[in-house]
């Protein structure tokens, strides 16, 4: 590899490196770079250059600015993201894109990154109103796999989101119910349409979204088994129907009997329902649909679930995936392994589950004192 530095215009030095081949043309490259005040400082800029070069972490410089880069780099990563996917990572890359859209990629530095955070929690929302951290931070995780994949291909020297901080999000206390709690709300809610998802989201953890694209093609009620391997998730009030959340979230859900005989006499009402309307069954029919087959809107189900807490009189919920927290409180309190909570949850792993009910950790270590000091103690006594 050859370089040198020269004189330029009598004045200030500069040097000339060839950087190898642009494996796009085939053509030899060159790096020009002057405005260096002596000639050791030049040659002492060529010699990293030349090391960079040898050890592959060279850039060629670039004038693209990040919001050039993250518009191109959207369109790229659009055939592997589920449809609500993208339009969240698009609205990501508008609100970047507005703060540090026309900062020179490879002159981007975590500095400015955190500055684009702040501001986006100032004023960064719909007619100039704060953005949640948790929306900001949603942010970073776009701009982070957008930059990481810039720096696997060469384009820039690092990833500067990687060492800019991401917005902190206070943890918000869990809201559940006690076993008697959910008893006398699906006593309430007895003689609703929907009860019988009210009692799945009750008695299995699933998620609203798993509970509404759930089809009776996957609900095997005479061994009392259902999959889920769909979700209902909205988006600027659009449903959309696709994949579960992660592929872990594929999983079987065993029922209990009560839940099986209240499945059973909701497919029959709503066989009945569908013929009074002349309507065939569908092949890949959802278990909980308008009267025309059309998926409910999950938006509209939270709305007539948080009126049928209002009504009962019982504690305020966020939504229906209290329900869901409330299931797995419930089972992990009463011993069940987190292990099966886990799985029947779908979380990806077990670490997950064990942190966000951490909540539950003082009873089991309570528990788990009780139960070992019994056999330890019960042992002694035979043997006095």
Same mark, same amino acid.
């Given at each position: ?15 000339? +490196?060839?950087? =190898?081949?642009?494996? !796009? ?7 020009? %770079? ?5 000639? *050791? ?7 990293? &250059? ?10 060629? $410089?670039?004038?693209? @600015? ?21 339009? /969240? ?13 026309? +900062? ?33 931070? $949603? ?19 690092? $990833? ?11 943890? *918000?206390?869990? !809201? ?29 953890? !699933? ?16 061994? =009392? ?5 769909? /979700? ?12 579960? %959340? ?5 999983? $079987? ?5 009560? &839940? ?7 497919? %029959? ?56 927290? &409330? ?5 992990? @309190? ?51």
């Amino acid at each position: 590899m050859q370089g040198r530095v020269y004189r330029r215009d009598g004045k200030k030095w500069a040097y000339t +490196v060839d950087v =190898g081949v642009d494996p !796009m043309s085939g053509r030899r490259r060159q790096k020009t %770079k002057g405005g260096f005040a002596t000639r *050791k400082e030049a040659e002492g800029a060529l010699h990293e &250059t030349i090391a960079s070069v040898h050890a592959g972490t060279y850039v060629p $410089n670039s004038k693209a @600015t990040v919001g050039e880069y993250l518009e191109g780099w959207l369109g790229s990563v659009k055939s592997s993201l589920r449809p609500t996917t993208w339009i /969240s990572y698009s609205l990501a890359v508008q609100r970047l894109s507005r703060e540090i859209g026309a +900062v020179k990629l490879q002159a981007l530095a975590p500095l400015q990154v955190e500055a684009a955070y702040a501001a986006l929690i100032d004023h960064g929302g719909k007619h100039g109103k704060p953005l949640e951290p948790k929306t900001v931070r $949603n942010c970073h995780v776009v701009l982070h796999r957008a930059l990481s994949d810039a720096e696997r291909l060469g384009m820039v020297p690092r $990833n500067a989101a990687h060492a800019a901080k991401a917005p902190s999000i206070a943890r *918000k206390d869990m !809201m559940t119910w006690t076993a008697e709690d959910v008893g006398r709300f699906l006593e309430h809610v007895s003689k609703d349409r929907l009860y019988a998802a009210y009692v799945l989201l009750a008695t299995t953890g !699933m998620r609203r979204g798993e509970v509404m694209g759930l089809r009776w093609s996957e609900v095997d009620l005479k061994i =009392g088994r259902l999959s889920v391997t769909q /979700s209902i998730t909205t988006m600027h009030d659009r449903v959309f129907v696709g994949p579960t %959340k992660t592929p872990k979230s594929r999983r $079987n859900v065993m029922l209990d009997e009560h &839940t099986v005989a209240v499945l059973r006499a909701h497919r %029959k009402h709503q066989l009945e329902e569908q013929m009074a309307i002349g309507r065939r069954k569908a092949p890949d029919a959802l278990v909980f649909c308008d009267v025309n087959g059309s998926p409910l809107h999950p938006d509209r189900f939270t709305d007539a679930f948080q009126r049928h807490v209002r009504d009962s009189g019982l504690p305020a919920l966020r939504g229906p995936h209290s329900l869901r927290h &409330t299931w797995a409180t419930l089972a992990l @309190t009463a011993g069940v392994h987190p292990k099966v909570v886990s799985d029947r949850l779908g979380h990806s792993t077990i670490a997950i589950t064990l942190d966000i009910y951490s909540h539950v950790s003082p009873a089991l270590d309570a528990a788990a004192a009780e139960t070992v000091a019994r056999q330890i103690f019960a042992l002694t006594a035979s043997m006095v």
